[in-house]
């Protein structure tokens, strides 16, 4: 089974930046695609950005420009980094790989960001 854990999150003012972690046991990041996805209180969970196993990124548009998704496949984690944080982005953040193909979803780390 696998089991993916993120970490990193926490609480931070409009204008903070935070990097988070995504390390996963039972599998290996490398060649797989991967992905950061983040769901709010009453909204569906979203898409953030995606790295494919050949290192390419896509960003949604409400993020593109502040956040960097990158990964470390000698460590098999995936990070997020995010900076100039906005109210907008406050929710719990997880990742899985961006595929159809999807292991069970962690427990995500919550980011809060007040204004």
């Known amino acids: 089974q696998v089991q993916l854990v993120e970490s990193g999150g926490g609480l931070v003012q409009a204008g903070g930046s935070l990097r988070l972690s995504c390390a996963a046991s039972g599998s290996i990041f490398s060649g797989k695609g991967m992905g950061w996805y983040r769901q709010a209180p009453g909204k569906q969970r979203e898409s953030v950005a995606t790295?494919?196993?050949?290192?390419?990124?896509f960003y949604a548009d409400s993020v593109k420009g502040r956040f960097t998704i990158s990964r470390d496949n000698a460590k098999n984690t995936v990070y997020l980094q995010m900076n100039s944080l906005e109210p907008e982005d406050t929710a719990n953040y997880y990742c899985?790989?961006?595929?159809?193909?999807?292991?069970?979803w962690g427990q995500g780390t919550q980011v809060t960001v007040s204004s």
């Open positions: 790295i494919t196993g050949g290192g390419s990124t």
């Open positions: 899985n790989r961006a595929s159809v193909f999807r292991w069970p």
